[in-house]
């Protein structure tokens, strides 16, 4: 039931409510007086009846009278399906790696010098004694003996300090960062002394070490053996190592063959300097 049939409801039940009244009060109704409170008796029942209908009717729009039509099924509001989004993979960081190449092994590439005169710089690698790849880096010798030097046996005339004044050594070579972090690399200088009471001449040693492009060690003429240090910061990876080290002599005294040079490096993590490993390729 709408509300234009509660309407037509009201309407008629007044106009009916009106008609009785309107009987009751004629001159020709009051002679029946009795059959007047029985119709106002019935028009209060209609009106009621009326009432109810329309408090049924707004409190829960009114229960389906029989024969009226169902009510059309209402549709349910739309919903959106919202899908929790998936945040993308983050992208793999680019890394250097920290492990050698295939070809490569541990060791270094070793040119060996020994001349009349000083050495102040790498000569060309053609003018090298000997040249080849030495699997111990740690210590190396000036000893030409060490290197296949030919006539370099125990009378060798390579021993002269008068003859032969200084002896060098280029070692080429990578070093691998297990880790990224500060690096110190250490020399042990070792110039070849008379006796130990340094009475007599020593040899002084020169050497110059980089780390990629970089000059991290750089010291002339010692006689000391003091340790030289130098700190870097590298990233994980394999970074170039190039070591040029010269031994000279006065021209008496001890001779440069016998002098030699340690490495050592202490990266992070480490409790002390390690001796050096490094990597050559094949």
Do not use: C
Not at 34 to 43: A, E, F, I, T, Y
Not at 106 to 133: E, N
Not at 160 to 185: C, Q
Not at 253 to 274: N, R
Request: net charge positive.
């Amino acid at each position: 039931m709408n509300w234009k049939s509660n309407g037509w409801i009201v309407r008629t039940g007044f106009a009916s409510l009106a008609a009785l009244v309107l009987l009751a009060a004629s001159p020709a109704s009051q002679a029946a007086s009795g059959d007047v409170n029985q119709r106002l008796d019935r028009l209060e029942t209609q009106v009621q009846e009326i009432l109810r209908m329309l408090k049924s009717q707004q409190g829960g729009q009114g229960e389906r009278q029989p024969g009226s039509p169902p009510p059309a099924p209402q549709s349910a509001p739309a919903t959106t399906q919202v899908r929790p989004s998936v945040p993308a993979p983050a992208p793999s960081p680019t890394t250097t790696p920290t492990e050698p190449s295939a070809g490569m092994r541990p060791g270094g590439m070793m040119y060996y010098y020994i001349a009349r005169t000083a050495l102040d710089t790498p000569p060309p690698a053609g003018q090298a004694r000997s040249k080849g790849v030495i699997s111990d880096v740690h210590t190396l010798s000036f000893n030409p003996s060490d290197y296949d030097v030919p006539d370099s046996g125990f009378l060798s005339r390579f021993r002269d300090p008068s003859e032969y004044r200084s002896v060098a050594m280029l070692l080429d070579g990578e070093y691998r960062a297990v880790r990224g972090g500060n690096y110190r690399f250490v020399i042990y200088p070792k110039p070849a002394r008379s006796n130990r009471d340094m009475t007599q001449a020593s040899t002084t040693m020169s050497a110059r070490l980089q780390i990629g492009e970089q000059t991290i060690v750089h010291f002339d003429h010692t006689t000391s053996w003091s340790e030289r240090t130098a700190d870097v910061r590298l990233a994980p990876g394999m970074h170039r190592f190039r070591l040029w080290v010269v031994d000279y002599s006065a021209g008496y005294g001890a001779s440069p063959i016998h002098s030699s040079v340690q490495l050592a490096v202490k990266g992070p993590g480490d409790a002390s300097a390690q001796p050096l490993t490094l990597y050559v390729s094949q």
